[in-house]
């Protein structure tokens, strides 16, 4: 394909998958939605993440081709119990801010019980 095909094929691409809901890869009942996305100046995501009641991510890492992967994932809602993030090590955390390197430090989220969880998440690639 050509520089401009593919490119075209990109933003079809992301105009058919972004603002809406997409099941999350785990299979364990999340949903997101892509919001932003860049490949230049640097390689960059943003999504909207949602779990609702029994929803959870087993522990993962989430490795990228080439670079370092971070991500700042910010806790917009919290549920009445569970929907913890867990990581050994991450960069900086708070009870709402997650500073952490998704390929490097295996994490997960405890399963939700009552009401949901909802966080935006950004993440991008340092080469
Ligand atoms: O929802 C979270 O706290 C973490 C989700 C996750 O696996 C990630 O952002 O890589
Ligand atoms: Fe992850």
Known sequence: MSFATTRTARW?????????????????????????TA??????????????????????????QDGRHYRLNIILKSPQAGGEFVCATPIYATRRIKLFRPDACEHSVT??????????????IRK
């Open 12 to 36: 079809r691409g992301y105009l058919s998958t972004a603002f809406r809901w997409q099941r999350g890869r785990q299979g364990s009942g999340y949903d997101k939605m892509l919001l932003f």
């Open 39 to 64: 490949r230049w100046p640097i390689p960059f995501d943003s999504y909207l993440i949602r779990y609702p009641d029994g929803a959870y991510i087993p522990p993962h890492t989430d490795p990228v």
């Open 111 to 124: 399963r939700v019980e009552g009401g949901s969880r909802y966080v935006l998440s950004v993440g991008w």
